[in-house]
């Protein structure tokens, strides 16, 4: 499958400070990216969708402000979370598809586990 | 407005046969998937139905019946490692997947 490459890792960061994550599709143009929060045992939950060349769209209660998206090309997506916060320590994951077939899956990244202290 | 819903939890045995049921209402069907996420990793897509029936991958099936809305991930010869959480998500008409919670299947010797 398609290879959908995402860094860093993990981070720990102070509380204040900002953290960009960067989403790169390998091999693949991806018109279309998600970024998800998953905390322990939960399920993943979407933040926002991004395409290419436009304004991200969030989902209700996401603050755009703090969670800032850009979706320059169509090979990488970046979310920057400003003044993290140790509420924001999560498990962030971005995903990619080609929406230009119905039954294209989504490729995920490998995930990012954040901590704010 | 949009709902998936599977169980929580589900607990087999090893070398035995589980079905995962999942079932959607959704603002258009564009297609219903199956990914696997072990604790602390990314989802990893298992398979994809957009017609009616069952579709076959080695130890995995997927079923789906759109008149229904429903779906169900079968598994079998269970094995150890796949202890994981299963997901169910459907594509909607705009092409946005909607996912559900999760079901955690706990597999025991």
């Known amino acids: 499958g398609a290879v959908v490459s995402q860094h860093p890792s993990w981070v720990i960061c102070k509380s204040g400070t900002s953290v960009k994550i960067e989403c790169r599709s390998l091999d693949f143009q991806a018109t279309t990216m998600f970024w998800y929060r998953q905390f322990p045992k939960q399920s993943l939950m979407l933040m926002a969708t991004s395409n290419e060349g436009s304004k991200a769209t969030y989902e209700q209660g996401v603050e755009k402000d703090k969670f800032l998206i850009n979706h320059a090309s169509l090979t990488l997506s970046t979310l920057t979370v400003t003044s993290a916060h140790p509420e924001d320590s999560s498990f962030y994951i971005c995903?990619?598809?080609?929406?230009?077939?119905?039954?294209?899956?989504?490729?995920f990244g490998q995930g990012t586990r954040l901590t704010v202290v | 407005g949009q709902n998936i819903d599977q169980p929580t939890e589900m607990t087999a045995t090893e070398g035995a046969i589980v079905q995962i049921n999942c079932t959607y209402q959704?603002?258009?069907?564009?297609?219903l998937f199956w990914y696997q996420q072990h604790a602390g990793e990314a989802p990893t897509f298992l398979s994809y139905?957009?017609l009616d029936g069952l579709e076959e991958k080695g130890r995995f099936s997927s079923f789906l019946s759109r008149s229904k809305g429903y779906s169900y991930l079968l598994l079998k010869e269970l094995q150890m490692k796949d202890s994981a959480s299963y997901l169910c998500?459907?594509?909607?008409?705009?092409?946005?997947?909607?996912w559900g919670a999760g079901t955690k299947l706990i597999i025991k010797p």
């Open positions: 139905n957009v």
């Open positions: 959704t603002s258009g069907f564009n297609g």
């Open positions: 998500a459907v594509s909607d008409s705009n092409y946005q997947l909607i």
């Open positions: 995903s990619a598809r080609d929406v230009g077939g119905a039954e294209t899956e989504a490729f």
